[in-house]
Nanobody
């Protein structure tokens, strides 16, 4: 059974930093494209960042560009999201996802998802 587990969330003041991690059990992530999403209760899920299996390709959403960085360490079977200069509008539950299976209406679809970690940024 594949399980993705996010960690590193918490409460931080505006302007602060957090680093999220996503580790997997039951699956080696080294061949998976992976991603980070976030969701605020009552709002649609938002794609935050994507990374190719070897890290050669990365994408971050315009809303976080210049502040967030996605990376991975395949030797540790771990995905990261470094978040700097955090803003109150970054407050959300952050999810990692792995194994890109396709796109639907331009939205990337992943087979495996974590349970999420809460990030709260106070003003």
């Amino acid at each position: 059974q594949v399980q993705l587990v996010e960690s590193g969330g918490g409460l931080v003041q505006a302007g602060g930093s957090l680093r999220l991690s996503c580790t997997a059990s039951g699956r080696t992530l080294s061949s998976d494209a992976m991603a980070w999403f976030r969701q605020v209760l009552g709002k649609a899920r938002e794609s935050v960042a994507r990374i190719s299996w070897n890290g050669a390709y990365t994408y971050v959403a315009d809303s976080v560009k210049g502040r967030f960085t996605v990376s991975r360490d395949n030797a540790k079977n771990t995905l990261y999201l470094q978040m700097n200069s955090l803003k109150p509008e970054d407050t959300a539950v952050y999810y990692c996802a792995s194994d890109l299976v396709g796109t639907v209406a331009g939205s990337y679809q992943y087979r495996y998802w974590g349970q999420g970690t809460q990030v709260t940024v106070s003003s």
